[in-house]
Every structure is written in C-alpha cells, then in structure tokens.
C-alpha cells in the first residue's frame, strides 16, 4: 500500500491548490480515504475523508465551503480542491486511510508521505 500526495506550495490568503494523492497497492473504492493535517506543535486534524461503501463525505468545519475533495477510481487518485486559502490552512496535509469517514475521522490507520502547504498573509 502506498499513498503519495503532491500539489502543495506557497500562496497568498485567498489563493488555491489542488492537492493530489495517488495511491497503489488497493484501489480507492475499497476504503475509506481522506486528508488529514498537521501544523508545528499541533495535533492531527482530520480535514475531509469519503466514504468508500457510499461516497459520502466529511468535511472538518474550519473548511467547509472552501475544500473540496473528489476521487477518479479509475486513476486511482484521490483529490483536495482548496480555495480561498487562509494562513490558519497552513500545515503538512496527508492523504490517509481509516474507517469510517465521519467527524471522528483521523487517518489513523495508514498514511503517506505529506505536502507542505503554506499561505501566506
């Protein structure tokens, strides 16, 4: 099982990023998958996730509204639309597997290497 997440970078408060996360190993449709995100000295923060039996989705409330998160089963690939970015976004983000995708969700149960996303104010 691999996830690999990429997209992030550096932009200004109210910019956008698309992170990706492309996954091997398992197929998307078979687990729960979401983002989760970590800033310095802070805990895990479950972001979004979706569901794998429904394609129900989750999202925390610091960022509903302005993210949105999407798979392409075929690619195998799992997707967070962010916009209108804030400097509070700012935080390594993890694409992630755990079960079920609720508010409860974490990512705890597998998760790769991360992207740094930065925004600046």
């Known amino acids: 099982v691999q996830l690999q997440a990429s997209g992030g970078g550096l932009v200004q408060t109210g910019g956008r990023l698309r992170l990706s996360c492309a996954a091997s190993?398992?197929?998307?449709?078979?687990?729960?998958i979401g983002w989760f995100r970590q800033a310095p000295g802070k805990e895990r923060g479950g972001v979004s996730c979706?569901?794998?039996?429904?394609?129900?989705?989750y999202y925390a409330e610091s960022v509903k509204g302005r993210f949105t998160i999407s798979r392409d089963d075929a690619k195998n690939t799992l997707y967070l639309q962010m916009n209108s970015l804030k400097p509070e976004d700012t935080a390594v983000y993890y694409c992630?597997?755990?079960?079920?995708?609720?508010?409860?969700?974490?990512?705890?149960?597998?998760w790769g290497k991360g992207t740094q996303v930065t925004v600046s104010s």
């Open positions: 190993g398992f197929t998307l449709d078979y687990y729960a």
């Open positions: 979706i569901s794998s039996s429904d394609g129900s989705t």
């Open positions: 992630a597997l755990d079960y079920p995708c609720s508010s409860s969700w974490l990512g705890k149960d597998y």
